[in-house]
C-alpha cells in the first residue's frame, strides 16, 4: 500500500467515525441517505474531458483525446433504506495522434455500459452500494469494457456547517475478448473519493478528491500467451471544485475535475481510469412523486 493509499483509506475512516445527521450532495462521491420510499428521480448529465501530452522518447508531436459522455441516471425508492439505481450513458471520443511525421485522427462514438444497482441505508451515516457495469457498449470502437462489479462502502456526515461524505470501492473488472480475439484482462481498481459541501441557502460549495489504485493489467493475442500490459499499473489523484443548485424537486450541478497524478495514466491511453487533464461535468435531476 503506497502513501497516497493510506492517506485516503486514513481520511475515509476519520468521515466513517463522525456522528450525526447531516449528508452531502457531492458530484462525484455518493452520499449515505437513500431516497425515500415511492420517489423516482430522473436526471441528465453532460460531462467533456481531455488530455493531451507529448510522447516521452525519441518520438515528437503533439497528441490530444477528448471525451464526451451524455448519461440519464434514474433512481428509485423502492424503501426509505433501499434504493435502485439504472444508468444508461452514450460515449463520444475523439483523437488527434502524432507519431513523428505521422498524424492520425480518429473519432468513435455509440452506448457506452449501462450500469444498474443500487444502495442500501445501514444507518443514518453509513451505507452500501452495489453497481453493475453491463456489456452494453463496441469494445472494438473503445467505447466500453465487459462486465465490471463495484462493492462500494459509504459515509455521510455534518460536521458544524459542512456536510462531508467518503467512499470507500472495489470495482472488479471482468475478462472480455474483442472481434480480433484480442483477450484483455483489465486490473481490478480501489477508489477512494472524499467530498465536503458548504451549503448557502439554496446553493453549495463543493470539493471533492478522488484516487484510484491498480495493478498491471493484461492481455492475450489470438493463440498467444497473456502478458503483462507494460506501465498499466499505479495510482490516480483528481480534484474537483463545483456549486450546486438545490430547491426540491430540482437538483442542479456544475463541477470542474483537474488531475495532479501521473500523466501517462490518464484518460488518453486509459479512458476507463476517469482521470483527465481537466474534465467538466453539468447534469440535472427531477424528483417525482409516486
Not at 48 to 55: I, L, R
Not at 79 to 87: A, H, I
Not at 147 to 153: A, C, I, R, S
Not at 231 to 256: A, E, H, I, M, R
Request: glycine share 10%.
Amino acid at each position: 500500500m503506497n502513501k497516497f493509499m493510506k492517506k485516503y483509506f486514513v481520511l475515509f475512516w476519520v468521515l466513517v467515525c463522525l456522528v450525526s445527521l447531516g449528508f452531502s450532495e457531492p458530484i462525484m462521491t455518493e452520499e449515505s441517505k437513500c431516497l425515500t420510499k415511492n420517489n423516482l428521480e430522473v436526471g441528465l448529465g453532460l460531462s467533456y474531458g481531455v488530455d493531451s501530452w507529448e510522447w516521452v522518447g525519441t518520438w515528437t508531436g503533439d497528441n490530444k483525446v477528448s471525451a464526451t459522455v451524455v448519461q440519464i441516471p434514474v433512481r428509485y425508492g423502492l424503501s426509505d433504506k433501499l434504493q435502485l439505481n439504472l444508468s444508461i450513458p452514450y460515449r463520444s471520443w475523439a483523437s488527434e495522434i502524432e507519431v513523428g511525421s505521422a498524424k492520425s485522427n480518429t473519432n468513435e462514438s455509440g452506448l457506452g455500459q449501462i450500469s444498474i444497482g443500487g444502495k442500501y441505508g445501514v444507518s443514518e451515516n453509513i451505507a452500501v452500494g452495489l453497481d453493475i457495469q453491463t456489456p452494453t457498449a463496441d469494445i472494438d470502437k473503445s467505447l466500453g469494457e465487459g462486465t465490471n462489479v463495484g462493492l462500494l462502502l459509504i459515509a455521510s456526515t455534518k460536521f458544524k456547517t459542512l456536510n462531508i461524505s467518503g467512499n470507500a470501492e472495489y470495482l472488479l473488472k471482468m475478462k472480455y475478448e474483442d472481434d480480433n480475439d484480442t483477450k484483455y484482462d483489465p486490473a481490478d481498481l480501489i477508489i477512494v473519493r472524499a467530498a465536503v459541501e458548504y451549503p448557502i441557502n439554496a446553493l453549495s460549495l463543493i470539493g471533492e478528491v478522488q484516487g484510484q489504485f491498480f495493478g498491471k493489467s493484461k492481455t492475450t493475442l489470438d493463440g498467444g500467451t497473456e502478458t503483462d500490459v507494460a506501465d498499466s499499473n499505479g495510482s490516480t489523484l483528481d480534484f474537483l471544485v463545483g456549486s450546486q443548485y438545490l430547491k426540491d424537486p430540482l437538483k442542479l450541478k456544475l463541477g470542474v475535475k483537474f488531475a495532479v497524478g501521473d500523466e501517462s495514466l490518464r484518460g488518453g491511453v486509459y479512458p476507463f481510469y476517469d482521470s483527465w487533464d481537466w474534465k467538466v461535468i453539468l447534469s440535472g435531476s427531477y424528483k417525482i412523486g409516486l
